[in-house]
């Protein structure tokens, strides 16, 4: 997903998200989980040649710190401001599990994230003006009382069907 994933790490994070959604936007990993998402971790940000100098409970440490950081700038085009969009809330261990908290996107930013597109870009496919998007994309928004003309224009520009919007 272009959004937010800089690697194969982040691309796994990332995958879980639509899973978490399902159980209130929280997420368990088994053990075997965990050692699969350390290997990644492992491979691609600590060097063989430094591997002895980590034990097991500081690369935890690192990783759980490296998901926790996972974020997405969202800049405006126009007026080149922007806001942070962390896509992970908390990550907890108990030495077994792993529970990984996410934030709730709406599934209009997250489409948009996805398809690594602007809000500009979208408001010119659209039609509509940037804070229009922008208003569709807060996570209180209920896309159920916009003017289904919009859903359908919006569901178009994010190259999804309206109902994966709602």
């Given at each position: 997903?272009?959004g937010?994933?800089k690697?194969e790490?982040?691309?796994?994070i990332?995958?879980?998200?639509?899973?978490?959604?399902?159980?209130s936007?929280?997420?368990?990993?088994?053990?075997?989980?965990?050692?699969?998402l350390?290997?990644?971790?492992?491979?691609?940000?600590i060097?063989m040649?430094?591997?002895s100098h980590?034990?097991?409970?500081q690369?935890m440490?690192?990783m759980?710190t490296e998901?926790?950081?996972?974020?997405?700038?969202?800049?405006?085009?126009?007026?080149?401001?922007g806001?942070?969009?962390?896509l992970?809330?908390?990550?907890?261990?108990?030495?077994?599990?792993?529970?990984?908290k996410y934030?709730?996107?709406?599934?209009?930013?997250?489409?948009r994230?996805?398809?690594?597109?602007s809000r500009?870009?979208?408001?010119?496919?659209?039609g509509?003006?940037?804070?229009t998007?922008?208003?569709?994309?807060t996570?209180?928004?209920d896309?159920?009382?916009q003017p289904?003309h919009?859903?359908?224009?919006?569901?178009?520009?994010?190259?999804?069907?309206?109902?994966?919007l709602?």
């Open positions: 997903m272009a937010f994933d690697d790490f982040w691309a796994k990332l995958s879980m998200y639509d899973t978490a959604k399902e159980s936007y929280i997420i368990k990993l088994d053990q075997d989980q965990v050692k699969e350390k290997a990644i971790y492992m491979d691609l940000n060097p040649e430094k591997l980590y034990d097991d409970d690369i440490k690192k759980m998901i926790v950081s996972i974020y997405k700038m969202d800049r405006d085009t126009v007026t080149n401001t806001e942070v969009i962390q992970v809330n908390t990550v907890k261990y108990d030495g077994r599990n792993m529970y990984i934030a709730k996107l709406s599934p209009v930013m997250m489409r994230f996805e398809l690594g597109k500009q870009q979208i408001a010119e496919k659209v509509y003006s940037v804070s998007i922008r208003n569709c994309e996570a209180y928004c896309l159920t009382r289904e919009l859903v359908y224009k919006l569901a178009k520009a994010l190259e999804c069907e309206p109902e994966a709602y």
